[in-house]
């Protein structure tokens, strides 16, 4: 005699139509020619910078 088979798990639900999970912007774009930007985030502000080797580095 077999195991009885669990039911499977609700798959998780789709996100609505037009709702992006994630958001892709380019770099040059956001950054409209400068190097530093601010960015602010419930109430804080956070710096986004480029430094010399072109990394970003994100600093509240």
């Given amino acids: 005699m077999n195991p009885p088979i669990a039911p499977k798990a609700a798959a998780p639900a789709e996100p609505a139509a037009g709702t992006a ?3 892709k912007l380019d770099s040059a774009r956001l950054f409209d020619g400068k190097r530093e930007l601010i960015i602010v985030h419930q109430g ?3 710096r986004l910078r480029i ?3 072109e990394k ?3 600093t509240k």
Avoid: C, N, V
Wanted: net charge negative; proline share 0%; hydrophobic share 50%.
């Fill in 21 to 23: 999970l994630l958001a």
């Fill in 44 to 46: 804080e502000e956070y």
């Fill in 56 to 58: 970003l580095i994100l």
């Fill in 51 to 53: 430094t010399r080797q």
